[in-house]
């Protein structure tokens, strides 16, 4: 810090220890003392936006973004009767899918109904823009606005984070985490531009990061869509595969 120029703000530092229930429960420390100033142990630290748990179960961050998002689409009804649709459209992407859509990677993994709370939001702005109502079937709504659901929104994101690894247009601390298959024997999957899969012990926290899930993801799409020689053919091919995937 001090080769930075940067100086601790004692009394609003704080620390955070992640971990599964099971492990915090085997750790007794309520501060510690850095430099003579406590610093007081918190389950819940905000770091660009983004609200980080002891359990990383991101309840709170869903919760603060679902408000925000929920709020805005409020506002928007009051007025799109004076709106046209593709106004109220570009509003709904701009006021709601920027804060349901912000560092959205870091919800893979969770559990279907904490995805589900997004994909209620998603729903009832899809129905705002089409004027369905609240008992119709959604899937054909969906369909028609050509929206990707929540889940496949997430993966979109992560893949792309690891086609701009892969291409070097990401930071170098991303590019690290996505190697490429190498071998001394010719092999099918070096030709195909895989990339290696590290091992894991625990699914829970373990199998959510990135250093795993995007290279596995990266695997399991189609090799036209990997071997896409720009950014804009890649999310092109990406976005029509995970639709068809998602409504086939």
């Given at each position: 810090?001090?080769?930075?120029?940067?100086?601790?703000?004692?009394?609003?530092?704080?620390?955070?220890?992640?971990?599964?229930?099971?492990q915090l429960?085997?750790?007794?420390?309520?501060?510690v003392d850095?430099?003579?100033?406590?610093?007081?142990?918190?389950?819940?630290?905000k770091?660009?936006?983004?609200n980080?748990?002891?359990?990383?179960?991101?309840?709170?961050?869903?919760?603060?973004?679902?408000?925000?998002?929920?709020h805005?689409?409020?506002?928007?009804?009051?007025?799109?009767?004076y709106?046209?649709?593709?106004?109220?459209?570009?509003?709904?992407h701009?006021?709601?899918?920027?804060?349901?859509?912000y560092?959205?990677?870091l919800?893979?993994?969770?559990?279907?109904?904490?995805?589900?709370?997004?994909?209620?939001?998603?729903?009832?702005?899809?129905?705002?823009?089409?004027?369905?109502?609240?008992?119709?079937?959604?899937?054909?709504v969906?369909?028609?606005?050509?929206?990707?659901?929540?889940?496949?929104?997430i993966?979109?994101?992560?893949?792309?984070?690891?086609?701009?690894?892969?291409?070097?247009?990401?930071?170098?601390y991303?590019?690290?985490?996505?190697n490429?298959?190498?071998?001394?024997?010719?092999?099918?999957?070096?030709?195909?531009?895989?990339?290696?899969?590290?091992?894991?012990?625990?699914?829970?926290l373990g199998?959510?990061?990135?250093?795993y899930v995007?290279p596995?993801?990266?695997?399991?799409?189609p090799?036209?869509?990997?071997?896409?020689?720009?950014?804009?053919?890649?999310?092109?091919?990406l976005?029509?595969y995970?639709?068809?995937?998602?409504?086939?």
């Amino acid at each position: 810090m001090l080769s930075h120029g940067l100086k601790m703000n004692d009394n609003k530092t704080e620390f955070i220890i992640f971990g599964t229930p099971i492990q915090l429960n085997k750790v007794e420390c309520s501060d510690v003392d850095v430099g003579g100033a406590a610093v007081e142990k918190v389950n819940i630290v905000k770091n660009l936006g983004v609200n980080f748990d002891s359990v990383m179960n991101f309840d709170k961050h869903i919760s603060s973004k679902i408000k925000i998002a929920f709020h805005n689409i409020h506002n928007i009804k009051k007025i799109s009767k004076y709106l046209t649709r593709a106004s109220v459209e570009r509003l709904i992407h701009g006021l709601v899918f920027s804060h349901l859509d912000y560092c959205n990677s870091l919800l893979y993994g969770l559990p279907n109904f904490q995805i589900q709370r997004c994909q209620k939001i998603q729903n009832f702005a899809a129905r705002l823009i089409c004027g369905t109502g609240y008992r119709d079937h959604i899937t054909p709504v969906l369909k028609n606005l050509h929206w990707l659901p929540t889940e496949s929104r997430i993966q979109y994101k992560i893949l792309t984070l690891v086609y701009k690894s892969v291409s070097g247009y990401a930071p170098i601390y991303l590019q690290t985490l996505c190697n490429r298959k190498t071998s001394s024997y010719s092999l099918r999957s070096c030709d195909s531009n895989e990339l290696v899969v590290p091992r894991i012990k625990h699914k829970t926290l373990g199998g959510r990061a990135f250093a795993y899930v995007g290279p596995a993801l990266w695997n399991s799409v189609p090799r036209e869509i990997r071997e896409s020689s720009t950014l804009i053919i890649f999310k092109r091919r990406l976005k029509t595969y995970l639709f068809e995937l998602a409504f086939r």
